[in-house]
T-cell receptor, first 117, second 121 residues
């Protein structure tokens, strides 16, 4: 069974600085997707960035980028130029690409990010 | 805008009194999910519908049921809420390919609703 581990329950970053959130996962599969979701306080969960396992190039979305190390089963999220609005719970999630999963996600326990002005 | 809508946003029910939470979507996605999320924890998948096919997670209590009368709507029924059922309930949708071998490719990210905060008194 696949597992997702986020080893940092809480992180803090100064506004305009850069922060990296860690995520490791365990799987025997080679074809899968990885996601970072953001859940601001009292607001809905939204997708930040996704990475397909077969793509070697790290995904980037504006200030958000990932460092995907497939052999190491590591999928960290880097937030550059942190803004107050980035304060949220961040969840790393895994999704198999093999038949039968029906899109089910396996979530890590989350990292609570605080941004200091 | 296409979206996932949950009603009500806040629900208070009494111990043992049945309650129904509602989710609707305008995305025309074929899969709808229900999650339970307790404070500072990851969402826990309760069950999902793939079209009309209901898929229950093995550890979902029998107290939780679901209905999907059509593509757009999905309901979560809690037959006899206990104090431990107080949580945020999240609905999500996804467009997933046919789940036969070799055809389940794609990111199929999930789109979440704002959640319903359930309080049990």
């Amino acid at each position: 069974a696949q597992t997702v581990t986020q080893s940092q329950p809480e992180m803090s970053v100064q506004e305009a600085e850069t922060v990296t959130l860690s995520c490791t996962y365990d799987t025997s599969e080679s074809d899968y997707y990885l996601f970072w979701y953001k859940q601001p306080p009292s607001r809905q969960m939204i997708l930040v960035i996704r990475q397909e396992a077969y793509k070697q190039q790290n995904a980037t979305e504006n200030r958000f980028s990932v460092n995907f190390q497939k052999a190491a089963k590591s999928f960290s999220l880097k937030i550059s130029d942190s803004q107050l609005g980035d304060a949220a719970m961040y969840f790393c999630a895994y999704r198999t690409n093999y038949g039968g999963s029906q899109g089910n996600l396996i979530f890590g326990k989350g990292t609570k990010l605080s941004v200091k002005p | 805008d296409a979206m996932v809508i949950q009603n009500p946003r806040y629900q208070v029910t009494q111990f043992g009194k049945p309650v129904t939470l509602s989710c609707s979507q305008t995305l025309n996605h074929n899969v709808m999910y229900w999650y339970q999320q307790k404070s500072s924890q990851a969402p826990k998948l309760l069950f999902h519908y793939y079209d009309k096919d209901f898929n229950n997670e093995a550890d979902t209590p029998d107290n939780f049921q679901s209905r999907r009368p059509n593509t757009s709507f999905c309901f979560l029924d809690i037959r006899s809420p206990g104090l431990g059922d107080a949580a945020m309930y999240l609905c999500a949708t996804s467009r997933v390919g046919a789940h036969t071998s070799g055809s389940n490719k794609g990111p199929y990210e999930q789109y979440f609703g704002p959640g319903t905060r359930l309080t049990v008194t």
